[in-house]
């Protein structure tokens, strides 16, 4: 079979049944695809139907069509090349479930402001780089030790990221998290999380405190297209061996020029030109589009 159609639902609450996926399979079919499996990557949470004679985006509509209600995430794509080389991944509301800003800025008591400027640059509505130094800027005479606490107290690893990147490292992968936040906080989620390199911006400190700048250069949508583009370059791969992962509008470029580029739980407008999107299951998913099996998971 030429193509795979991949169902992932959340593993906390699986909802793939072999009913569910044996009406997708038989609406492929109605549409006059050839057919085989379902193959279960992990029991009612994910599963590959190898297919043909019929086109990704229509069993694409057909698989949403069918799993209406079921909260399942569905990708259709040539089946060679699945697993990937490369994975570049955003860090603020993607690989943690935070923004680290917003909660930095908790601490001096201007979260609902910054949030606010956060959340309309994450939707492509102002330019990323004045609103990251207009950001900062408010945060001017923050005690350095905030970051800490912020680390300790407000940031959570979003689940499955884990098991994502150990398990592409363990498969050969390099992985690179990239973010437009800071790399007091990319190091050490790097390191909890497990990733191959980081990358991201340096805070200004004197004197133990935030003097509300940021160092140049400035990473944003640019840098991180770079550091997807320079990557795969370094290792000598193809496009179409690389993987992004995002959910904010300073990502799309690096989505777009991703092998595979993925929305999870994003802002619509990167939702909107993603190739795979991600809004019902864990990172995992990730690993289940690229063919791994629950059982070939390295742990956390």
């Given at each position: 079979m030429n193509s795979i159609l991949t169902l992932v639902s959340n593993p906390a609450d699986?909802?793939?049944?072999?009913?569910?996926?044996?009406?997708?399979?038989?609406?492929?079919?109605d549409a006059g695809a050839t057919t085989q499996g379902p193959d279960w990557l992990a029991p009612q949470v994910a599963c590959d139907i190898p297919f043909e004679n019929l086109s990704e985006a229509e069993a694409e509509t057909l698989a949403r069509n069918a799993l209406e209600g079921a909260g399942a995430d569905v990708l259709a794509q040539?089946?060679?090349?699945?697993r990937k080389k490369l994975l570049v991944a955003d860090m603020d509301s993607t690989m943690i479930?935070?923004?680290?800003?917003?909660?930095?800025a908790n601490f001096a008591g201007r979260k609902a402001e910054i949030a606010a400027i956060t959340e309309r640059a994450m939707a492509g509505e102002i330019e990323f780089e004045a609103a990251l130094k207009k950001r900062v800027a408010m945060?001017?005479?923050l005690e350095e030790s905030a970051l800490a606490a912020t680390l300790k107290d407000r940031i959570a690893l979003t689940l499955g990221g884990k098991e994502l990147v150990r398990t592409m490292n363990a498969s050969g992968a390099l992985t690179i998290l990239v973010s437009g936040g800071f790399t007091y906080f990319t190091s050490r989620v790097?390191?909890?999380i497990g990733f191959t390199e980081h990358r991201g911006n340096a805070l200004v400190i004197q004197d133990g405190k935030l003097t509300g700048e940021v160092a140049a250069p400035v990473l944003g949508r640019d840098a991180k297209l770079a550091t997807l583009t320079a990557a795969r370059r370094r290792l000598g791969i193809a496009e179409g061996e690389t993987l992004a992962v995002g959910d904010g509008a300073n990502?799309?470029?690096?989505?777009e020029a991703a092998g595979l580029g993925v929305a999870y739980r994003?802002?619509?407008v990167v939702a909107?030109?993603?190739?795979?999107?991600?809004?019902?299951?864990d990172l995992t998913a990730l690993l289940y589009f690229q063919g791994y099996s629950a059982t070939e998971f390295v742990g956390a």
């Open positions: 699986p909802a793939l049944t072999p009913a569910r996926a044996g009406e997708v399979r038989a609406a492929l079919e040539n089946a060679a090349g699945r479930a935070a923004e680290c800003l917003n909660e930095l945060l001017k005479g790097a390191e909890a990502d799309l470029d690096m989505i994003a802002k619509p909107e030109v993603a190739r795979a999107r991600v809004d019902h299951g």
